[in-house]
């Protein structure tokens, strides 16, 4: 599989501390790629490198070969067209309904405004992530878990090609962590989406991920398929692994 973005040697420091101190890294394009890592460790610091939110101090992020450190806004919003983004915290907009919610991106990104074709595609995503009929809800309405799908839902809506999605169960009770996971696994299956997760469900990422990646200490401590990235001998990798599992064959 080609890489769909590569990473090279990307530092930043914010408010003075180095964070990513040197990440190199490649997303497959069609995988399912996780990033793990302590708390703290820069994850969502890098997911923000990744759709360029933030720009780097050195390095570089290319998607398709193109540069997102240098682009300008306007190449920025045209590359984070192939992006569908749910960022950690980000709720729904508590004030919009479900359709107002997902139909937002749709005339945003996509500028349609036509108010059938908004109506068909709301519908369209609520049946695919298993809501159908919640279109009038409000997202207090809703259970955490429902508000994750459709928070999955607005970031498919435009149909991106890749979906970067962090930290998408924490906080849900380990069956709805599990159906926010499955989901993914159909976002790529089904919609052949590449998808990078940022998660610290570290089970379920090593059940549903192609590739890996293990952020410590400002860069990538181990990188690769589940399997290699299980039996990697750094010795942060065993210890997150031995804290998650108890035991596990993979
Ligand atoms: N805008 C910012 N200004 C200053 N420091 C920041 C900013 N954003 C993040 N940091 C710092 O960068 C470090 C990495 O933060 P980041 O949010 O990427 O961690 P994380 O790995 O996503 O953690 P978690 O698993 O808790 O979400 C932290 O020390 C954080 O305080
Ligand atoms: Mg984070």
């Not at 996509?110 to 995503?125: G, H, N, S, Y």
């Not at 890749?162 to 930290?167: A, G, H, S, Y």
């Not at 990538?220 to 210890?239: C, D, E, F, L, Y």
Request: net charge neutral; with cysteine; glycine share 10%.
């Amino acid at each position: 599989m080609a890489p769909i973005i590569t990473i090279r040697n990307l530092k930043k420091s914010l408010a003075g501390v180095p964070v990513l101190k040197g990440i190199s890294l490649n997303f497959e394009e069609g995988a399912v790629s996780s990033i793990i890592g302590q708390s703290g460790s820069g994850k969502s610091v890098l997911a923000k490198h990744i759709i360029g939110i933030m720009k780097p101090d050195e390095g570089d992020v290319c998607f398709k070969g193109r540069s997102i450190a240098g682009a300008d806004e306007g190449e920025l919003v045209e590359i984070r067209r192939h992006f569908g983004y749910s960022f950690q915290g980000a709720a729904l907009f508590d004030s919009m309904s479900v359709h107002e919610n997902i139909a937002f991106p749709v005339r945003e990104v996509l500028k349609i405004t036509d108010r059938r074709e908004i109506d068909r595609m709301v519908t369209e995503q609520l049946e695919w992530i298993g809501l159908p009929g919640i279109e009038e809800k409000l997202p207090a309405e809703l259970s955490g878990g429902m508000r994750k799908r459709v928070g999955v839902a607005r970031a498919l809506v435009t149909k991106p090609e890749v979906l970067l999605f962090d930290e998408p169960t924490t906080g849900l009770d380990p069956v709805l962590g599990e159906t926010i996971n499955d989901l993914v696994s159909r976002v790529n299956r089904e919609l052949g989406l590449t998808c990078i997760l940022i998660t610290h469900d570290i089970q379920a990422t090593f059940r549903i991920s192609d590739r890996i990646a293990l952020l410590h200490d400002g860069v990538i401590a181990a990188a690769g398929t589940p399997r290699n990235v299980s039996r990697s001998a750094h010795q942060m990798v065993q210890k997150f692994i031995s804290n998650s599992f108890n035991s596990l064959e993979v």
